[in-house]
């Protein structure tokens, strides 16, 4: 929470792998003090955790990196939310909230919203594939995702470029260090997609249609019943906009990822133009190779032992997703990105009772864009004159910009 070592911290998250093959080398558990937790980086330390939700509790899942000046939480406070979020959830609240989205992320829901997708991915490309150049997360990687998941959703097309402004913002303001006024704006900006959501609750709650957003309304309360408490009213919204990020930022990252070291490996590029077949391992590859979910936050809920560190009831713990994911016990030659690797299991989506709903939905966007660009670009090469800097999160790893030209 604190403000200062946000210069070791940034280190750190820029590039987290050294500190993940620290861990994984050290006996035991290592604290990591930038992080203030206990760093779980073996794939086996790591399966462990998330089997066992009952003694690693999701609540401090979210943690933000940084606690909003007063003035920004004010504003907030004219907000919605603040209440528990499927990810946060344990136990039986995190099945009541869980079920829903995993109903509305089904494997035919998510079948049926393919052709909008790819549709909106071709004319995405249209837009810039006479001009030879293009910054790539801006011009794609920031849309598609964000049109997709609100599609399935039920969000207007005209309400979604706010949608997935009020998530950066969100991020933004609960990661980043942020000069106050710039806190404040940024709290405005979630208040105003909170708003947004409330609205979309309220109308979907008197008159529902065929969509998610109707279906988490009538989990909470079933449609027709009295109006809508201001306290269901928090919950939905909190649903909604937790729902909404997590299937937008997290592909927005992957998308990013995935092109950059495909790229930065010419060969593999070629060989997935030359063998399009090979796109849904070159997308498993890239979700290894480089999380867009670094990891997430667990408390123990009692004392436990793990890989030998005694752990009192009420240890933070960061689980490294990313690091399990570069452990050689389970994926030889780990920092290889190599798209013909034979197919390990990675943990990139999580695992067990948390495990990510959307994980189907996520690698379609990914597998429609590569083939997408493979067909149309297959000369794209990164921009010489504009290097790439990644953002410094653990939560969506992405380069900020991506230049391409061809
Ligand atoms: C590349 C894209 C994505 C990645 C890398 C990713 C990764 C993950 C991971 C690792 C978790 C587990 C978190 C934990 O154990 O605490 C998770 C959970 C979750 N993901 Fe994803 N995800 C992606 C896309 C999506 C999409 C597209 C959606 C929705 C449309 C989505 C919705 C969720 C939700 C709701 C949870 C919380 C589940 C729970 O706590 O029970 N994700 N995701």
Same mark, same amino acid.
């Given at each position: 929470?604190?403000?200062?070592?946000?210069?070791?911290?940034?280190?750190?998250?820029?590039?987290?792998?050294?500190?993940?093959?620290?861990?994984?080398?050290?006996?035991?558990?290592?604290h990591?003090?930038?992080?203030?937790?206990?760093?779980?980086?073996?794939?086996?330390?790591?399966?462990?955790?998330?089997?066992?939700?009952?003694?690693?509790?999701?609540?401090?899942?979210?943690?933000?990196?940084?606690?909003?000046?007063?003035?920004?939480?004010?504003?907030?406070?004219?907000?919605?939310?603040?209440?528990?979020?499927?990810?946060?959830?344990?136990?039986?609240?995190?099945?009541?909230?869980?079920?829903?989205?995993?109903?509305?992320?089904?494997?035919?829901?998510?079948?049926?919203?393919?052709?909008?997708?790819?549709?909106?991915?071709?004319?995405?490309?249209?837009?810039?594939?006479?001009?030879?150049?293009?910054?790539?997360?801006?011009?794609?990687?920031?849309?598609?995702?964000?049109?997709?998941?609100?599609?399935?959703?039920?969000?207007?097309?005209?309400?979604?470029?706010?949608?997935?402004?009020?998530?950066?913002?969100?991020?933004?303001?609960?990661?980043?260090?942020?000069?106050?006024?710039?806190?404040?704006?940024?709290?405005?900006?979630?208040?105003a997609?909170?708003?947004?959501?409330?609205?979309?609750?309220?109308?979907?709650?008197?008159?529902?249609?065929?969509?998610?957003?109707?279906e988490?309304?009538?989990?909470v309360?079933?449609?027709?019943?009295?109006?809508?408490?201001?306290?269901?009213?928090?919950?939905?919204?909190?649903?909604?906009?937790?729902? *909404?990020?997590?299937?937008h +930022?997290?592909? /927005?990252?992957?998308l990013? !990822?995935?092109? @950059?070291?495909? #790229? $930065?490996?010419?060969?593999?590029?070629?060989?997935?133009?030359?063998?399009?077949?090979?796109?849904?391992?070159?997308?498993?590859?890239?979700?290894?190779?480089?999380?867009?979910?670094?990891?997430?936050?667990?408390?123990?809920?009692?004392?436990?032992?793990?890989?030998?560190?005694?752990?009192?009831?009420?240890?933070?713990?960061?689980?490294?997703?990313?690091?399990?994911?570069?452990?050689?016990?389970?994926?030889?030659?780990?920092?290889?990105?190599?798209?013909?690797?034979?197919?390990?299991?990675?943990?990139?989506?999580?695992?067990?009772?948390?495990?990510?709903?959307?994980?189907? *939905?996520?690698r379609?966007? +990914?597998?429609? /864009?590569?083939e997408?660009? !493979?067909?149309? @670009?297959?000369? #794209? $090469?990164?921009?010489?004159?504009?290097?790439?800097?990644?953002?410094?999160?653990?939560?969506?790893?992405?380069?900020?910009?991506?230049?391409?030209?061809?």
């Amino acid at each position: 929470m604190d403000r200062q070592p946000h210069g070791r911290l940034d280190e750190l998250l820029r590039d987290p792998y050294p500190h993940y093959e620290r861990a994984r080398h050290t006996g035991g558990l290592t604290h990591v003090a930038e992080l203030d937790a206990w760093m779980v980086a073996r794939d086996t330390d790591v399966r462990e955790v998330l089997r066992r939700p009952e003694d690693f509790s999701s609540a401090n899942a979210l943690r933000p990196d940084v606690l909003p000046s007063p003035a920004a939480l004010a504003v907030l406070g004219r907000g919605f939310g603040g209440r528990p979020v499927v990810v946060t959830a344990d136990g039986a609240l995190h099945q009541r909230l869980r079920t829903p989205i995993v109903r509305g992320l089904s494997p035919a829901r998510v079948t049926a919203v393919l052709p909008y997708a790819a549709e909106r991915a071709a004319a995405l490309v249209d837009s810039f594939a006479a001009d030879g150049s293009v910054e790539f997360m801006s011009a794609y990687a920031h849309r598609l995702p964000g049109e997709v998941i609100g599609r399935i959703v039920g969000i207007d097309p005209a309400d979604v470029p706010a949608v997935v402004h009020g998530g950066h913002r969100a991020e933004e303001l609960l990661f980043r260090p942020l000069k106050e006024a710039e806190q404040v704006a940024a709290a405005e900006d979630v208040v105003a997609m909170q708003q947004l959501l409330d609205r979309y609750a309220q109308r979907r709650h008197a008159e529902p249609r065929e969509d998610l957003c109707s279906e988490l309304v009538a989990s909470v309360l079933p449609p027709g019943a009295a109006e809508l408490t201001l306290e269901e009213r928090h919950e939905l919204v909190a649903h909604l906009q937790n729902l *909404l990020l997590a299937g937008h +930022l997290t592909t /927005t990252a992957l998308l990013g !990822t995935t092109v @950059l070291h495909l #790229l $930065r490996h010419p060969d593999q590029w070629a060989l997935l133009c030359a063998e399009p077949e090979r796109i849904p391992a070159a997308v498993e590859e890239a979700a290894r190779y480089d999380s867009a979910l670094q990891g997430f936050r667990r408390v123990t809920t009692r004392p436990v032992t793990l890989a030998g560190t005694e752990l009192p009831a009420g240890a933070a713990l960061f689980v490294a997703f990313g690091g399990a994911n570069r452990d050689p016990e389970r994926h030889p030659r780990p920092d290889a990105f190599d798209i013909t690797r034979a197919p390990g299991r990675h943990l990139a989506f999580g695992l067990g009772a948390h495990g990510c709903p959307g994980s189907k *939905l996520a690698r379609e966007q +990914l597998r429609i /864009t590569l083939e997408e660009l !493979t067909r149309r @670009l297959p000369g #794209l $090469r990164l921009a010489e004159d504009d290097p790439v800097v990644m953002r410094p999160t653990m939560i969506h790893r992405s380069p900020y910009r991506l230049r391409l030209t061809w």
